[in-house]
């Protein structure tokens, strides 16, 4: 009976110490994920640098001391271009003026030649207004189901669709119609969850380079736990085989659950080239 109670008291405090080690160890650090792209960009775009981050929810664990890392992070790695995949704010949180004024004061600092954009989360609904407001101020491309071009020195060009998030306002034809049909032009889509790619890649010119947030790799990353842990939004999309340039953020803070184990939170650096 007591090697009995002894061994019931000894999981209980394992399961305790990795519960504290996934909500204070777990949830800091930042690394950056580096992958290679072959593409059939222009000369002139060759060796572009796109740095990808997601998945802030600022405040939930996400500290004023974690935003300036990142920041120095990104910068560290002199990125051509940035792309933000949504939920910067988190629903269950109202940022005060300070709040405001210090993300706008960071966020512009990230320096890059050719922009920072930016497309919305599910939680970045809750406070839409602030959102747009920071980004204004921010110096930052918000795009809402719609397509631009990114043009360099040389007036060559990429095109970037940034969709709305498919758990509130995705708009698969608006945001193709946003600009002409183009078949020859490299083209990069912004998507915050993973299920909306089946979406996208089944258009008659499919994207060149998706890229996604939102799920933060099932938090805890653990095979079978992890996919139970996944949010609504990133269930159901499997990597389709035909089309390998898609890539899906880790992110860096927390959502539905306030830890994170075996998952070190990061962002994604592409090298393009085409050699």
């Excluded at 990142?70 to 940035?82: Q, T, Y």
């Excluded at 949180?93 to 599910?122: H, P, R, S, V, W």
Aim: net charge positive.
């Amino acid at each position: 009976m007591k090697k009995l109670l002894s061994t019931i008291l000894s999981i209980m405090l394992i399961f305790f110490l990795i519960l504290l080690y996934s909500r204070f160890v777990g949830t800091i650090g930042l690394e950056t994920n580096e992958f290679s792209i072959k593409t059939n960009l222009n000369d002139n775009f060759n060796g572009l640098k796109i740095i990808q981050f997601s998945d802030l929810h600022y405040k939930k664990v996400i500290t004023e001391k974690r935003i300036k890392e990142l920041i120095n992070e990104i910068n560290k790695n002199k990125p051509d271009i940035v792309f933000f995949t949504g939920d910067l704010l988190d629903k269950d949180y109202k940022l005060e003026n300070k709040d405001i004024n210090f993300l706008i004061t960071e966020l512009k600092k990230i320096k890059t030649t050719y922009g920072i954009y930016a497309i919305m989360g599910d939680n970045d609904y809750s406070n839409e207004e602030i959102l747009k407001n920071i980004y204004l101020q921010s110096n930052i491309t918000l795009l809402n189901n719609e397509s631009i071009y990114i043009y360099n020195e040389f007036n060559d060009k990429i095109i970037l669709q940034g969709f709305g998030s498919y758990l509130k306002n995705f708009d698969l034809n608006k945001t193709i119609s946003s600009l002409e049909e183009d078949n020859t032009t490299y083209k990069i889509s912004l998507v915050h969850e993973p299920d909306a790619i089946n979406d996208i890649i089944k258009q008659t010119n499919s994207p060149s380079l998706i890229l996604a947030g939102h799920s933060l790799n099932g938090s805890i990353n653990i095979p079978i736990i992890k996919t139970f842990l996944l949010p609504n939004g990133a269930k159901k999309f499997k990597a389709n085989k035909q089309n390998k340039n898609i890539y899906i953020s880790n992110g860096i803070g927390v959502n539905n659950i306030n830890f994170r184990l075996f998952n070190t939170p990061s962002i994604n650096l592409y090298r393009l080239s085409n050699k």
